[in-house]
């Protein structure tokens, strides 16, 4: 069965930093895009940034609300896509979901995602 | 304010027919850039609903299908279900900005 399963969300201080993992099984990690998607409470969905394959150079994109602050990196041998998340702010307060990426850019695989909460 | 415009909401009685538009400019669907659709129902994770503007993933009812023009798409679900009340996206790639979201549209069935 293919499966993301996000971690590493929860209450952390404006400032500071967050690591969130997303482990998938069941599909051939090393050969797909990865991608992250947050939704904060009320709004809609916002797309984060997504890191492509090694035979596609890696490429990351980020959005411009987390360019700077956010960094997406990946661990091929462990079947994990990471989101470094430096210098929060309270409006980065969402659920985050992790998806794979397709050629043409659409979220085939989503987790279930994991809150997290920027407050003092 | 999103790069792709859909309207807050659409309303429809049981077995009725809805559409959704999706806006875009020169800068993302007018590029030829595909236009994919994502339903949110609550309590659950997004689910892919429409991928390369009208192709529908396994699993997913043929009273759900999508189409695209220059620099539009729409969503049309026919047969409306109570179990289809929830939010919807559209999704696209912006030359500018990378995968852009429209601002979604809540399904409410009456």
């Known amino acids: 069965e293919v499966q993301l399963v996000e971690s590493g969300g929860g209450l952390v201080e404006p400032g500071r930093s967050l690591r969130l993992s997303c482990t998938a099984s069941?599909?051939?990690?090393?050969?797909?895009?990865m991608n992250w998607v947050r939704q904060a409470p009320g709004k809609g969905l916002e797309w984060i940034g997504f890191?492509?394959?090694?035979?596609?150079?890696?490429?990351?994109e980020y959005a411009a609300s987390v360019k700077g602050r956010f960094i997406i990196s990946r661990d091929d041998s462990k079947n994990i896509a990471y989101l470094q998340m430096n210098s929060v702010k309270t409006e980065d307060t969402a659920v985050y979901y992790c998806?794979?990426?397709?050629?043409?850019?659409?979220?085939?695989?989503w987790g279930k995602g994991t809150t997290v909460t920027v407050t003092s | 304010q999103s790069v792709l415009t859909q309207p807050p909401s659409v309303s429809g009685a049981p077995g009725q027919r809805v559409t959704i538009s999706c806006t875009g400019s020169?800068?993302?669907?007018?590029?030829?850039?595909?236009v994919h659709w994502y339903q949110h129902l609550p309590g659950t994770a997004p689910r892919l609903l429409i991928y390369?503007?009208?192709n529908r993933p396994s699993g997913i009812p043929d009273r759900f299908s999508a189409s695209k023009s220059a620099t539009s798409a729409s969503l049309a679900i026919t047969g409306l279900q109570a179990e289809d009340e929830g939010d919807y996206y559209c999704?696209?790639?912006?030359?500018?900005?990378?995968?852009?979201f429209g601002g979604g549209t809540k399904v409410t069935v009456l």
């Open positions: 390369g503007n009208n």
């Open positions: 999704q696209s790639y912006d030359r500018r900005l990378s995968a852009v």
């Open positions: 998806t794979d990426l397709q050629f043409y850019y659409y979220m085939d695989v």
């Open positions: 020169s800068s993302n669907i007018g590029t030829g850039h595909d």
């Open positions: 069941g599909f051939k990690f090393g050969d797909y895009a």
């Open positions: 890191i492509k394959s090694a035979p596609y150079g890696g490429t990351i």
